[in-house]
T-cell receptor, first 111, second 113 residues
Framework: GQNIDQPTEMTATEGAIVQINCTYQ??????LFWYQQHAGEAPTFLSY????GLEEKGRFSSFLSRSKGYSYLLLKELQMKDSASYLC????????????FGTGTRLQVFP | DTGVSQDPRHKITKRGQNVTFRCDPI?????LYWYRQTLGQGPEFLTY????????KSRLLSDRFSAERPKGSFSTLEIQRTEQGDSAMYLC???????????FGQGTRLTVV
């Protein structure tokens, strides 16, 4: 079956670094996405990994290990506005274009 | 271009009624997706279109659900004989190709009472 696991909730302090992990078990793999979703709003794209390694984009970085079925999203210099849900999603190559989402990790940043 | 637009933003309906939602994708995006999201969960795939062709439907999409994309532009999602379990956020997304990120709309929040 298709399974994507990520922690339900995390907390961190403003200015700190936080790592949100995601593990997946899918019948195929054709890329992993991270989205940010503020309460009541649309998910917005953060990063995309299809090859192993680290992708850096400003304060956000995402890492992928295909052999381990593992990814993480790293957020640096946390700001209050980073309080949101972070969704890990996998594109299964057998189901063209469909994204399989995890339940999301709700991050709360405290001053 | 202001992104993916969905209408209405909120819909309250009585059980048994039919509802229809509309999605206007980003111009020239030939791929359009519908997802459903319930509180505390990630989005669940419902269906997607490439231009006007509906290429895949989830098993979640019962025979009460139908989606169309006439002329390959906007799309509609209709739910017939709504049930309380249909209460959710219905998200639409679009992308220019199959190998790029999808851009999501603000969603239509459906409440069935």
């Amino acid at each position: 079956g298709q399974n994507i696991d990520q922690p339900t909730e995390m907390t961190a302090t403003e200015g700190a670094i936080v790592q949100i992990n995601c593990t997946y078990q899918t019948s195929g793999f054709n890329g992993l996405f991270w989205y940010q979703q503020h309460a009541g709003e649309a998910p917005t794209f953060l990063s995309y990994n299809v090859l192993d390694g680290l992708e850096e984009k400003g304060r956000f970085s995402s890492f992928l290990s295909r052999s381990k079925g593992y990814s993480y999203l790293l957020l640096k210099e946390l700001q209050m506005k980073d309080s949101a849900s972070y969704l890990c999603a996998v594109r299964d190559e057998y189901y063209t274009d469909k994204l399989i989402f995890g339940t999301g990790t709700r991050l709360q940043v405290f001053p | 271009d202001t992104g993916v637009s969905q209408d209405p933003r909120h819909k309250i309906t009585k059980r048994g009624q039919n509802v229809t939602f509309r999605c206007d994708p980003i111009s020239e995006h030939n791929r359009l997706y519908w997802y459903r999201q319930t509180l505390g969960q990630g989005p669940e795939f419902l269906t997607y279109f490439q231009n006007e062709a509906q290429l895949e439907k989830s098993r979640l999409l019962s025979d009460r659900f139908s989606a169309e994309r006439p002329k390959g532009s906007f799309s509609t999602l209709e739910i017939q004989r709504t049930e309380q379990g249909d209460s959710a956020m219905y998200l639409c997304a679009s992308s220019p190709t199959g190998n790029t990120e999808a851009f999501f709309g603000q969603g239509t929040r459906l409440t069935v009472v």
